[in-house]
């Protein structure tokens, strides 16, 4: 089986800073596309940012400037920090990893649990 464990939520003050982990184990033969996205009550999911297995990256305009994503492939990690917050960023950041389980078979989708984030006074 694969999880994915997502750490390093919490509360912090508007113009504050937070730096978002998620761990992939169990079996991982490849991993390609890592992503977060973040959801509110009442409101779609959205994506915030997503970053290929050779580095390329692509950000959600709102958090462009604001928000970097990275990788370590030999971790099977992928981090967001997040700087210059603002409330509007509150929400249930969730990653996503497009993770094969053994080569040659085909890739699939995996969800970490879900990391509240609340930028607030």
């Known amino acids: 089986q694969v999880q994915l464990v997502e750490s390093g939520g919490g509360l912090v003050q508007p113009g504050g800073s937070l730096r978002l982990s998620c761990a992939a184990s169990?079996?991982?033969?490849?991993?390609?596309?890592m992503s977060w996205y973040r959801q509110v009550p009442g409101k779609q999911r959205e994506l915030v940012a997503d970053?290929?297995?050779?580095?390329?990256?692509n950000y959600a305009d709102s958090v462009k400037g604001r928000f970097t994503i990275s990788r370590d492939n030999a971790k099977n990690t992928v981090y967001l920090q997040m700087n210059s917050l603002k409330p509007e960023d509150t929400a249930v950041y969730y990653c996503?990893?497009?993770?094969?389980?053994?080569?040659?078979?085909?890739?699939?989708?995996?969800w970490g649990q879900g990391s509240q984030v609340t930028v607030s006074l």
């Open positions: 996503k990893m497009e993770i094969a389980q053994r080569l040659g078979v085909d890739f699939g989708d995996y």
């Open positions: 169990g079996r991982v033969a490849v991993s390609r596309t």
């Open positions: 970053i290929t297995r050779g580095g390329s990256t």
